[in-house]
């Protein structure tokens, strides 16, 4: 079984500053790691995965995440943020193995509020 | 291409009715997954199915059902409704490739049970 722990529920920042976002995750099995971003009344949109290769992703807004092994973490960061960044963030894992289907196990989710 | 589409997209119904919820994967995914999302609860995987076969189960109750069709939609249905099933229901379309494991979601169907 896999859970995660996003360690933030909120994270106020104000416009132009820099912003992680931590994820910490626990599975018996390897696991690919996602991240995905929900805007009010809408659905989830990914932002950016881990699935191999190099440990540090990076999205087209800016975005980019770590993926620490030995820390099982996978935190996001983003050097300078926007008011549109506002929206709730969730980390997301899943098993690695061919076999494990499709089953995502979600954080609690980060509430990232920007500040003018 | 179009992406996932949920039908209805806002639902309210009364405890001890049942309910059924539709979506509609991009077009050549054959892997829908559905989610329940709560304040208290967060988001929680219900259900996967792959070419019209269950794949993975989460922790519900047998209230909670679905199936696939041979053109991938999907549906699921909420038996005897409870206040507690009020959430926001989300579903997930995947090509299920070995290198990609991306789920694309819908918009969402919120159910109210008063």
């Known amino acids: 079984a896999q859970s995660v722990t996003q360690l933030d529920s909120q994270v106020p920042v104000f416009e132009e500053a820099p912003v992680e976002l931590r994820c910490n995750y626990s599975?018996?099995?390897?696991?690919?790691l996602f991240w995905y971003v929900q805007y009010p009344n809408q659905g989830l949109q990914l932002l950016l995965k881990?699935?191999?290769?190099?440990?540090l992703v990076e999205s087209i807004n800016g975005f980019e995440a770590e993926f620490n092994k030995s820390q099982t973490s996978f935190h996001l960061r983003k050097p300078s943020v926007h008011i549109s960044d506002t929206a709730e963030y969730f980390c997301?894992?899943?098993?690695?193995?061919?076999?494990?289907?499709?089953?995502?196990?979600f954080g609690g989710g980060t509430r990232l509020m920007v500040k003018p | 291409k179009a992406g996932v589409t949920q039908t209805p997209r806002y639902l309210i119904k009364t405890r001890g009715q049942q309910v059924t919820l539709s979506c509609s994967p991009i077009?050549?995914?054959?892997?829908v997954s559905w989610y329940q999302q709560t304040p208290g609860q967060g988001l929680q995987f219900l259900f996967e199915?792959?070419?019209?076969?269950?794949?993975n189960k989460g922790n519900f109750p047998g209230r909670f059902s679905g199936r696939q069709f041979s053109n991938s939609r999907s549906e699921m249905n909420v038996s005897t409704l409870e206040l507690g099933d009020s959430a926001l229901y989300l579903c997930?379309?995947?090509?299920?490739?070995?290198?990609?494991?991306?789920?694309?979601f819908g918009p969402g169907t919120r159910l109210t049970v008063l």
């Open positions: 997301a894992v899943t098993p690695n193995r061919g076999d494990a289907g499709n089953m995502l196990t």
């Open positions: 199915y792959f070419s019209e076969t269950q794949r």
């Open positions: 997930a379309s995947s090509s299920f490739g070995p290198s990609t494991r991306e789920q694309f």
């Open positions: 077009s050549g995914h054959r892997s």
């Open positions: 881990y699935l191999s290769g190099s440990t």
């Open positions: 599975s018996s099995v390897s696991v690919y």
